[in-house]
């Protein structure tokens, strides 16, 4: 049974602990498992009650081990098994009380009752977030996302919600507003992204269009490493471009 300890759990360690870690190391220890997490997901998972790290005298976030072993679950369970984070913190309260869980079928293959892609099965679908909880998590007003939308940066479902990646774009839009750097100005990193999109499609349309439920299956994992690969190209050109190196 899945074990973790309750966020701020370490609130009895005294600050000069050398076991904490800065935000900082905290996202460079995450990044060998979730290269995609960002100092602005880990804000907003702690927005969200689902860690209480602990806070030095001039109000610096400080993690203990075990908050870093809860944001690891809290990151697996939304990338392996599409949950929203209300359902995530409620698995982990029932977890603290000693209650078994039971975690929905992540949709990859070995995951059918005879160790196989049930047949016809298309992989999971993505989680989704409401508008509401899309403004929440972004602080901003419904025009602003109106405006993010024209610029096609964040689009609606057909049913009205977003992909819940659509919180970390979010995220990341008004860090960049940080620096004076508006929305409008972003619409060529778009279509950057169109165009890199288009370029992984291409490579995995054949897989996805293959008869075995399998094959497609596998399609799935390859548009996802290809679409690692082709954010870290991404990130290193525009380092080698500015002459800077990230940490």
Same mark, same amino acid.
């Given at each position: 049974?899945?074990?973790?300890?309750?966020?701020?759990?370490?609130?009895?360690?005294?600050?000069?602990?050398?076991?904490?870690?800065?935000?900082?190391?905290?996202?460079?220890?995450? %990044?060998?498992?979730? =290269?995609?997490?960002?100092?602005?997901?880990?804000?907003?998972?702690?927005?969200?009650?689902?860690?209480?790290?602990?806070?030095?005298?001039?109000?610096? %976030?400080?993690?203990?081990?075990?908050?870093?072993?809860?944001?690891?679950?809290?990151?697996?369970?939304?990338?392996?098994?599409?949950? =929203?984070?209300?359902?995530?913190?409620?698995?982990?309260?029932?977890?603290?009380?000693?209650?078994?869980?039971?975690?929905?079928? &992540?949709? %990859?293959?070995?995951?059918?009752?005879?160790?196989?892609?049930?047949?016809?099965?298309?992989?999971?679908? +993505?989680? %989704?977030?409401?508008?509401?909880?899309?403004?929440?998590?972004?602080?901003?007003?419904?025009?602003?996302?109106?405006?993010?939308?024209?610029?096609?940066?964040?689009?609606?479902?057909?049913?009205?919600?977003?992909?819940?990646?659509?919180?970390?774009?979010?995220?990341?839009?008004?860090?960049?507003?940080?620096?004076?750097?508006? =929305?409008?100005?972003?619409?060529?990193?778009?279509?950057?992204?169109?165009?890199?999109?288009?370029?992984?499609?291409?490579?995995?349309?054949?897989?996805?269009?293959?008869?075995?439920?399998?094959?497609?299956?596998?399609?799935? +994992?390859?548009?996802?490493?290809?679409?690692?690969?082709?954010?870290?190209?991404?990130?290193?050109?525009?380092? &080698?471009?500015?002459?800077?190196?990230? =940490?």
């Amino acid at each position: 049974m899945l074990q973790t300890p309750k966020g701020g759990a370490g609130h009895g360690i005294a600050l000069t602990d050398s076991r904490l870690m800065s935000i900082g190391t905290v996202l460079n220890v995450l %990044r060998d498992e979730f =290269p995609e997490v960002t100092i602005s997901k880990i804000r907003f998972l702690e927005s969200e009650g689902l860690i209480e790290p602990q806070r030095t005298p001039s109000g610096y %976030r400080k993690f203990s081990p075990d908050d870093v072993e809860r944001l690891a679950h809290v990151l697996r369970m939304q990338r392996d098994h599409y949950l =929203p984070l209300k359902v995530i913190k409620e698995q982990l309260d029932a977890l603290e009380r000693g209650e078994a869980i039971t975690l929905p079928s &992540t949709g %990859r293959p070995g995951d059918g009752e005879d160790g196989r892609t049930p047949e016809g099965g298309e992989g999971p679908t +993505a989680a %989704r977030v409401g508008r509401d909880e899309l403004l929440a998590a972004a602080g901003i007003e419904s025009p602003e996302l109106d405006e993010w939308e024209s610029y096609g940066l964040i689009a609606p479902l057909p049913d009205g919600g977003y992909d819940a990646e659509a919180v970390t774009v979010a995220e990341l839009v008004m860090e960049l507003g940080r620096f004076g750097i508006e =929305p409008r100005h972003l619409r060529a990193m778009k279509a950057a992204a169109d165009r890199e999109a288009g370029l992984v499609d291409q490579v995995v349309a054949p897989l996805r269009r293959h008869r075995n439920p399998q094959t497609r299956a596998h399609a799935q +994992a390859r548009a996802k490493e290809l679409a690692g690969l082709t954010v870290k190209l991404h990130g290193a050109l525009v380092q &080698t471009a500015l002459g800077v190196r990230l =940490p």
